[in-house]
């Protein structure tokens, strides 16, 4: 792959010069759904599959970027005088919003590039393609321009700072995060209020996580994403009349149940007990995991969904049949939706043995149900971004 890349990069910007290679990884969320904006837990990993990149510095301002998924757009063409995010601008404006970013943050890019990527993430699946691109841009200019202060949980802060300011997606530190700080082998036990972070060891024994991908095209920008995390603020706010906390995921349950009624309007009480409960599952969940109980770890998986679908409220029908179909599968230890939700995938902890028929059978009923097939990954946790060659 990485000789295609080369090659292809070669052909269309010229062979001179310092010509680099990168790699940085998609995400999965294991468990702690739209808990990272309420001030809560996640535990995510990296993935092995991810998005290739090769550049070049340039000696002039232009920006020249191509995607081999999207070969008949061809090269996209920039500056760095026009640093704003634009609809025909496409993909590119995610290796945009870090260049811009970089700037902001103080570490001046003074000089162009040219960049060719190419993912083997399914794209907007909510594995975080775009993620994935924002980290690779970001390891791209800090090696490229010598930034060697640069450390890999900044690249992920710059990663969401580019995405909030520059893409307009208010999202949380969550994407970012796992796959800046992957570890093959590990989940990222983060604290999203103080970024305090654990690696835990996901040891599935005879099992494998698999990822089943609705093909429901959905941006985050044009789902409820950010009127979800209105809704939550619009809760916190009402709840903060009398408690003194500054996040959701400062209370316990039983905080939650002796306070709701504060928030008074139904819908908010359950955005925002999903925000809560959510991240108390989290917590209990490598608590379970750790201690090698990974059937609860698939129970509260599962009920990490059932929340998802009736009190948040981000399924939608092709999860709702993706995930409801895997549990009644036999050798599934736990399953749900992962990412944002609205489309995109669900994550499965699922017996070897079983595999072949899980897919099938879910595939099937998916199929005869939704009117179009879901896609099967089975995918191993991997390391965050790579140098790969220079
Ligand atoms: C998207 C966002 C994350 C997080 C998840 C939901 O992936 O980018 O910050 O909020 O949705 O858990």
Redesign the pocket.
Known sequence: MKEKLLEKFKELFGGEGDIREYFSPGRV?LI??????NGGH?FPCALTIGTYGVARKREDNKLRFYSMNFEDVGVIESSLDDLKSYKEAEWTNYPKGMIWTYNEKGYTINSGLDMLIYGNIPNAS?L?SS?SVEVLTGLILKDLFGFSDISNQDIALMG?YS?NNFNG?N?????QFAIAMGKAGHAIYLDTNTLKYEYAPVELGDAKLVIACSNKKRG?GDSK?NERRSECEKALSLLQKKLDISSLGELSEEEFEANKELIGDEILIKRARHAVYENIRTKKAVEVLKAGDLAEFGRLMNASHVSLRDDYEVTGTELDTLVETAWEQKGVIGARMT???FGGCTVNIVKEENIPEFKENVGKTYLDKIGYAADFYVVEIGDGPQILGR
């Open positions: 969320n702690g759904e739209h808990t990272d904006y996640v909510g975080s993620a969401q995405e997606v999202c949380g530190i969550m994407d985050l994403y990412g944002a939700g």
